[in-house]
Structure formats: C-alpha cells, structure tokens
C-alpha cells in the first residue's frame, strides 16, 4: 500500500469515527468517470455533462475527498428528479476544502424547458462559532452565456435547501456548483455527506396563446425577484476562520 492509499485509509477511519460517517455500497458512478469517459449523466429527460472537477485543500489538519474518484453521482427520481453528489466531505481540526463542479444540463425531450431548480443539503459541524459547510450555485444560460440566478445553502446559518425559477424558462445550461468546509479551531469539525440538485422541466409554451403566457407568468413574481437578491451569506473559505418530470 503506497503512502496515500494508507493516509486515505487512515483518514477514512478517522472521518468515520469522528463524523459519524458511515462508507455505503457504490449505487452510481464516480464523479472522474464521468468526467474521464465523456459520458452523460442522464436521469429521465434530463442529460447532465460533467466537464470539471477540482479539489483545493489547505490547513493544518485533515480534509476528504482526497479526489473526484471519492464522489458519487446518484440519480434522484420521484417528485424531484436529478441527481445526488455523495462522499464524505470533511475538514477536521484547522482544515478547509473546497469542491469546484461544473457541468452541462440539457433536456432529452427538445419539447421541454427548464423553469427552475432546487439545491439541497445536509451540512453540520460543531462546535458552534468553530465550522462552516456552504454550497453556492450559479446558472448561466448556454446559448447565450448570460448569468441567469444563483443559489446557496449554508450552515451556519442553517440554510438546507434554496430553490431559484427561470423566467423565461431555458432549453440549456453551464452550471457551477463550489461545495465548502472549513473548520477553525482545535477540536473541529464540519462535514457534508449529500448534496442534492433537482430541477423543473416544463412543456415549450406556444406562442402567441394566451396558454402560453400563463405558463411563463404562473411561475410566480416572488420567484422572479429571488432570483436577483443579493446573497448576503456568501462566504470565502480562504479569507475567513420539485416539482418534476420523470
């Protein structure tokens, strides 16, 4: 055994004993698969195309994943369909990581558009004051390159799920999605085992009826303005201690 292969061991241990993480049997593919075959991810009418994966670690103490071959994509199908990042994402003791995903979404079905989406988490930590798990999204239209929303789920302050419509609804998008621990002090910790991603897929309106204006509008004003708030919670790691189709 080669000196990471024992230090990942080692650490896997110790991230099972001090998270209270439990290793499952592998249900998908790992995120380097996907990004090394070329293959697409697809989930009903929906092909997610994962093009990056990078992982960033700093700090005195210790991380995971040590690498996108530790993360697992699952399929989420049912009320919300999409897809599930699974791995013991962890920072123990003055560490801090960061998980930079980017991917592709399209629809399978070219009748349909996208009208929103929904991320959801299960960051935790303690002590209180002493971690910081995040997960920040942000959406570009494909075909035009426009920045069309982001959303974030943190803890602290506890924040699990965040949903944001497009308005108009989307036949494509880029996504970048930056998964984030830190832990401060001695003894820490922070960690995250799931992070969740679902979207709406919605018939393409015909134009000029008054269905089809419906469609667009019944999305909701409220809706409209989250997406332009401002995300006063956002934060920097390195600066600071559905409904759906089938």
Not at 151 to 166: G, K, L, R
Not at 190 to 210: C, L, M, R, Y
Request: hydrophobic share 40%.
């Amino acid at each position: 055994m080669n000196r990471h292969s024992a230090f990942a061991v080692a650490f896997a241990a110790s991230a099972t004993a001090v998270l209270g993480l439990v290793a499952t049997p592998a249900t998908g593919v790992t995120l380097q698969q996907l990004i090394d075959t070329g293959d697409s991810f697809i989930v009903g009418e929906k092909k997610f195309t994962f093009d990056r994966c990078d992982i960033v670690t700093g700090g005195a103490g210790l991380a995971t994943p040590f690498s996108c071959n530790d993360i697992e994509v699952t399929p989420i199908i049912g009320e919300h369909t999409g897809f599930r990042l699974q791995s013991i994402f962890g920072a123990i003791n003055t560490s801090l990581i960061d998980v930079l995903v980017e991917y592709t979404l399209e629809g399978v079905n070219p009748g349909k558009l996208f009208s929103g989406a929904k991320l959801q988490f299960n960051g935790d930590g303690n002590p209180d004051g002493g971690f910081i798990t995040n997960v920040t999204e942000q959406f570009t239209d494909y075909l035009t390159g426009e920045v069309i929303g982001q959303i974030n789920v943190t803890n602290p302050p506890p924040v699990f799920v965040d949903e944001i419509a497009f308005v108009p609804p989307v036949s494509k998008l880029h996504i970048s999605k930056d998964i984030g621990l830190a832990a401060f002090i001695t003894p820490s910790q922070a960690n995250i085992s799931f992070v969740d991603q679902t979207f709406k897929h919605v018939p393409v309106p015909e134009p000029g009826t008054v269905g089809g204006l419906l469609a667009i509008s019944s999305i909701g004003i409220g809706a409209m303005l989250k997406r332009h708030r401002k995300q006063s919670n956002k934060l920097d790691f390195f600066s600071t201690p559905d409904e759906s189709d089938n």
